[in-house]
């Protein structure tokens, strides 16, 4: 099975920062990665998909990148609305995988 | 609007058996997969398995392959997820997602479904 892993875990920025989160493969998945946000109580929200594919109504300061093993989600300027927790998550076969998670908070 | 509306919270017992669903409107039911997520108190999301309504066809992932049982009803365009011997393990809240039409990411999710074991 394929093991994703994030880093960092927690995350601490200010709004107007730049971030970036990574996630790495245990094997290649080629650009098979998606991002997803969740906030508290609330279910997952799709951001990113194909590695680098914004989502449909997802603002453009979130964008990713990567290929193979290493991926990256990148927030240019970070807004109040986006204090959350981010997960990657492969599918290049089953069983698809998420990453433990990224929580992004407010310094 | 798609939407994907999970049934309510439940309270349980070790030892029993529970069916959760998970109902879908706004969008052709049979032309998508849905798939079911666990998200443990706390931490993070784990992929369960998934269903493609047309034919019932199933997927799971061996972590939980034999413990749970996803069916659908397409003719009300609902998936369901079963449970036939709880444990106090399976404290959880339960996702169900709208598998892309094409690839295997999840672009609709429902509002989850709370589902606590305890004695």
């Known amino acids: 099975d394929i093991q994703m892993t994030q880093s960092p875990s927690t995350l601490s920025a200010s709004v107007g920062d730049r971030v970036t989160i990574t996630c790495r493969a245990s094997?290649?998945?080629?650009?098979?990665l998606a991002w997803y946000q969740q906030k508290p109580g609330k279910a997952p929200k799709l951001l990113i998909y194909?590695?680098?594919n914004l989502e449909s109504g997802v603002p453009s300061r979130f964008s990713g990148s990567g290929s193979g093993t290493e991926f990256t989600l990148s927030v240019s300027s970070l807004q109040p609305d986006d204090f959350a927790t981010y997960y990657c998550?492969?599918?290049?076969?089953?069983?698809?995988?998420f990453g433990q998670g990224t929580k992004l908070e407010i310094k | 609007e798609v939407q994907l509306v999970q049934s309510g919270a439940e309270m349980k017992k070790p030892g029993e058996s529970l069916t959760i669903s998970c109902g879908g409107s706004?969008?052709?039911?049979?032309?998508?997969?849905i798939i079911w997520v666990r998200q443990m108190p706390g931490k993070g999301l784990e992929w369960m398995g998934r269903?493609?309504?047309?034919?019932?066809?199933?997927n799971y992932s061996p972590s939980f392959q034999g413990h749970v049982t996803i069916s659908a009803d397409k003719s009300i365009s609902t998936a369901y997820l079963h449970w036939s011997r709880l444990g106090a393990s399976d404290t959880a809240m339960y996702y169900c997602?709208?598998?892309?039409?094409?690839?295997?990411?999840?672009?609709?999710w429902g509002q989850g479904t709370l589902v606590t074991v305890s004695s």
């Open positions: 706004g969008f052709s039911f049979t032309s998508y997969w």
């Open positions: 998550q492969h599918y290049n076969g089953y069983p698809y995988s």
């Open positions: 094997q290649s998945i080629a650009t098979w």
């Open positions: 269903i493609d309504p047309t034919d019932s066809y199933t």
């Open positions: 194909k590695s680098s």
């Open positions: 997602a709208r598998r892309n039409s094409g690839y295997d990411f999840f672009d609709y």
